[in-house]
Every structure is written in C-alpha cells, then in structure tokens.
C-alpha cells in the first residue's frame, strides 16, 4: 500500500508520479530478473542498453521528434548546456538572447564569455512579469541563433507563441515545461532541458538537436561538450547517467499510457485554470505575471505582506503540502504544477487559500 504523501509543489526536483515510484521500488534490487539494480548495470550491457534504447524511442514518439534530429542525454543539466551552445552553434560569432527570467539571465551571462551576445530584449524593468510580443523582439540579421527560455520557474511566465527570428534557428531551454504539451519541435533548432522537473530525476540533460546544426565543431571545445562526437557515439562517449534516463523511461511510458502529450495539455490546463481562477476572483492575493503569459506549470502569487506569506507557506506544511515558498526573486508563494501534480493537489490548495484568506482578512 502506498503510504500517505503529501502534495509536493516543489519547482524542482519536484514531485514523480506515484505509479513510476512504485515501479522504481519494485525494480530496485533486482531489474527484470538480472539479480542487479539499474545502477549497478554496465551501460555497455544489453540489459541496460535495452532501457536506453527504448526510453530514447519513447522520447520521440511522446514527443513526435522529426527523423533528422539527434536525441542527447548529457549530465550537466540544463546549466551546463549554457556554455555548451555557444561553443558549438556560435558559428559566426554571435547571437541573440531574450531574457524573460534568471535562468535565461544566466545563460546569456554564459554566452557573452564566447562571443557577440545581442539581448534581443530584456524583461528586467518589469521583474519578468512579461513575454515581449513579436514587436518588442530585436532579433539581428545574420545571428547564429536566437535563445529563449520557453517557460520562466521562477517568475510563473511562458512563452504562447514560437517567435520569427528572421530564419535564425531558435534555441530553447525547455527545462521547466517540456512534455506538458504538444509542441512542434521543427519550429527549433535545438531544445534542451533538465530531467529533474517532468522528466524525472536530477542528474540527466536532454538535447534535441537538429543534425544540420552540429555536423562540425570548433578544435578546441572539451570532448565532452561536443555535440556531434557526443551523437556519434550515441551518448555514450563516457558513462551516461544511467538511473535518470531509466526514470526519464519510465515517465515517457507512463505519459505515453495515459494517452500522450494532448491529455497531458488537458490535465495542466485544468488544474491551472482551478488555481487561476480563484486568483483572478479575489484581492487578497496578487499574481506576478501578467495575465496574458501565464505559466501552466508554476502559479505565483504573494499575500498582503510578507508576514502572511511565511505564514501560509508554515500552515500549509500543516494542511499536507510542501514546498510552497516562493523564489527571493518575487518572495511569496510559488505552486508548481508539474504533469505529477494531481487535480487533487491543487484542490486542496485552493481550498486551503480560501480558509487562509477567511481567516486573515
């Protein structure tokens, strides 16, 4: 029987679906009869190479992955991409960065240490509460590529259309929203992510890459950084992360038997608009983000003051919730909504913030 959980809003590593923990435990001495763990196997056996191979096909059915890019798993995270982009797609020296939040903040940062970084625009004045529309972008003629954040954890922001960049190839870091809808993953040269929020667990980087973009590198890039002699070698140039992509598998089959990415957008849409409504029907709270480009995976929101704040989020460990403190950037309350979050979790939250607010007024 599994045991009482509470509702984890953690931003990451955030919460598993309980199904694909429960088969982690049952796996986790002996995997299939082969007497060992997955993280014992040689990621040269064919036990192992069976899980990579499978939970990299699943990736690009879930994900309908076009036959001419390459999938990557690289350890690192998403972080680590951060330099790794500039060294191997800054092909002429520069490129195009829109800041929406830290995380793409950073990455700029990052990429301004290998080249000509243009910030297409930058979302600072407003604290990131903002997605520019297509008149508020500055995108260069001739820019190797342009990179955006997809889906902002900290500011509760996300992108609801895909940007002209004038026929330059658009990079996303996707770490914090990929898998929780449809997307077509020929509008972007390359995707990439860190496991530890849909995905499953920390310690895996995923890349998509289209292989145009990374048929040479520079001399001088640390082996292990680039692209095309990681794809060459199938990810397995060095040992991989072997028990994240195992997880990562075990997610994608869990998703791909719940009927795929269109029931997993229904779902999100569903407890989002739960969360948001009751927001939108009340003074008491404030959310961060302007309306039009809100997060369907991370709702934020402050109350009158920051005494209230720490009081709700202490409360709400009491009421069977965690994780509820927002990022310094924004303070207050932060709910991520990640695809393992049930209806139910997001119920009691909304019914834990209507007592909250009775109580408080």
């Known amino acids: 029987m599994t045991q009482k959980r509470v509702f984890n809003f953690s931003a990451g590593p955030s919460t598993l679906p309980v199904p694909v923990l429960e088969k982690v435990a049952s796996q986790m001495l002996n995997y299939k009869d082969s007497g060992m763990s997955v993280m014992e196997m040689s990621h040269r056996s064919s036990s192992y190479l069976e899980i990579f191979n499978e939970t990299k096909d699943l990736l690009k059915k879930v994900m309908n992955i076009p036959d001419n890019y390459k999938i990557l798993f690289i350890q690192g995270g998403a972080t680590q991409q951060f330099s790794t982009i500039p060294l191997n797609l800054m092909k002429n020296g520069k490129a195009d960065y829109i800041v929406t939040g830290a995380f793409s903040k950073k990455s700029a940062q990052e990429a301004a240490k290998f080249g000509d970084v243009h910030i297409a625009y930058n979302g600072s004045d407003n604290n990131f509460k903002h997605i520019p529309t297509q008149d508020e972008l500055d995108i260069r003629e001739g820019t190797s590529y342009v990179h955006i954040c997809a889906n902002n954890t900290i500011f509760g922001t996300e992108w609801k259309y895909v940007p002209d960049t004038k026929g330059a190839p658009i990079v996303a870091d996707m770490s914090s929203n990929i898998l929780s809808k449809p997307i077509n993953v020929a509008d972007y040269g390359m995707i990439y992510a860190g496991a530890q929020k849909n995905m499953g667990i920390a310690g895996c980087g995923i890349v998509i890459v289209r292989e145009d973009l990374i048929n040479e590198h520079k001399d001088n890039i640390p082996v292990l950084m680039e692209y095309n002699t990681i794809a060459e ?129």
């Not at 003051?305 to 950037?329: C, P, W």
Request: charged share 25%; with cysteine.
């Open 233 to 361: 070698n199938d990810s397995m140039y060095n040992t991989p992360p072997t028990f994240s992509i195992y997880v990562l598998g075990l997610v994608l089959k869990w998703i791909d038997e719940m009927g795929g990415l269109e029931v997993m957008q229904k779902k999100n849409e569903e407890k989002a608009k739960l969360l948001y409504d009751y927001l939108d029907t009340t003074d008491f709270y404030k959310t961060h983000s302007d309306k039009d480009n809100r997060s369907l995976m991370n709702v934020t929101f402050t109350c009158p003051n920051k005494d209230l704040d720490a009081q709700f989020v202490k409360e709400s460990v009491i009421a069977g919730m965690t994780n509820l403190k927002g990022h310094r950037s924004v303070g207050g309350i932060r709910a991520s909504i990640y695809n393992a979050m049930p209806l139910e979790g997001v119920q009691t939250l909304v019914d834990f913030m209507k007592k909250f607010e009775a109580e408080n007024k």
